[in-house]
Nanobody, 124 residues
Framework: QVQVVESGGGSVETGGSLRLSCTAS??????MTWFRQAPGKEREGVAA????????YYADSGKGRFTISHYRANNTMYLQMNNLKPDDRAIYYC???????????????????WGQGTQVPVSS
């Protein structure tokens, strides 16, 4: 069974940067993706990457500020977040699974394997 574990969350000020990490074990799927959920809001896709292949997909909220990457050697995915805003404050989750269509890569209902989440509190 695929297991995913996130790390790297922590307090950051508006305009600051943070890098999240996600390591997947027993991984044999084709997408790894970052989601986030703010209090009172639905979980939303942030960025996805195909593995192998490295094709990336971003939600509008993170375009130009977030960069997703994946290193095959240790099967670890990263999310580099720059110029963080108060609206970025959320719990960030890593997910992995087989996704049949690239257009579905940011849909939470397409993933069965989730990490426990890591907090990203952005102070204004």
């Amino acid at each position: 069974q695929v297991q995913v574990v996130e790390s790297g969350g922590g307090s950051v000020e508006t305009g600051g940067s943070l890098r999240l990490s996600c390591t997947a074990s027993n991984y044999n799927r084709n997408y790894m993706t970052w989601f986030r959920q703010a209090p009172g809001k639905e979980r939303e896709g942030v960025a996805a990457i195909s593995t192998p292949g490295g094709r990336t997909y971003y939600a509008d909220s993170g375009k130009g500020r977030f960069t997703i990457s994946h290193y095959r050697a240790n099967n670890t995915m990263y999310l580099q977040m720059n110029n963080l805003k108060p609206d970025d404050r959320a719990i960030y989750y890593c997910a992995a699974d087989f996704v049949a269509r690239a257009t579905w890569a940011l849909r939470a209902d397409r993933y069965d394997y989730w990490g426990q989440g890591t907090q990203v509190p952005v102070s204004s």
